[in-house]
């Protein structure tokens, strides 16, 4: 939720502040049926799959915005991993 609070106050914001707001409003209804669920004063299942459903939504959205406005950086193995990670800018 802070993170799409950030990108709604921010003057080059990476979503249209629509879909901020609904990735914030998803995560009070996650945080409210997760504090329900937890104390068992209100058990909502359809909420917290809906919640994790739409949420993953929003955030694969300001994931492919991010990636559009830094560019995609090349991938490299890990010479000692063996892992493909992500080559950094250098400035």
Same mark, same amino acid.
């Not at 995560?27 to 409210?32: D, E, K, N, S």
């Given at each position: ?6 990108? +709604? !106050? #921010?003057?080059?914001?990476l979503?249209?502040? @629509? ?12 945080? /409210?049926?997760? &504090?329900?669920? /937890?104390?068992? +004063? &209100? $058990?909502?299942?359809?909420?917290? !799959?809906? +919640?994790? +459903? ?7 959205? &300001?994931?492919?915005?991010i990636?559009?406005?830094?560019? @995609?950086q090349?991938? =490299? @193995?890990?010479? &000692?991993?063996?892992? $493909?990670? @992500? $080559?950094? =800018? !250098? #400035?």
């Amino acid at each position: 939720m802070a993170v799409l609070w950030a990108d +709604t !106050r #921010s003057d080059s914001a990476l979503l249209p502040k @629509a879909i901020d707001a609904f990735g914030i409003a998803v995560g009070g209804v996650a945080l /409210v049926s997760g &504090l329900g669920y /937890v104390s068992g +004063t &209100l $058990v909502l299942p359809i909420a917290i !799959r809906l +919640t994790i +459903t739409l949420g993953c939504g929003v955030f694969a959205a &300001l994931g492919m915005q991010i990636v559009r406005h830094e560019g @995609a950086q090349p991938a =490299r @193995a890990h010479p &000692l991993l063996g892992s $493909v990670v @992500a $080559v950094g =800018r !250098r #400035s």
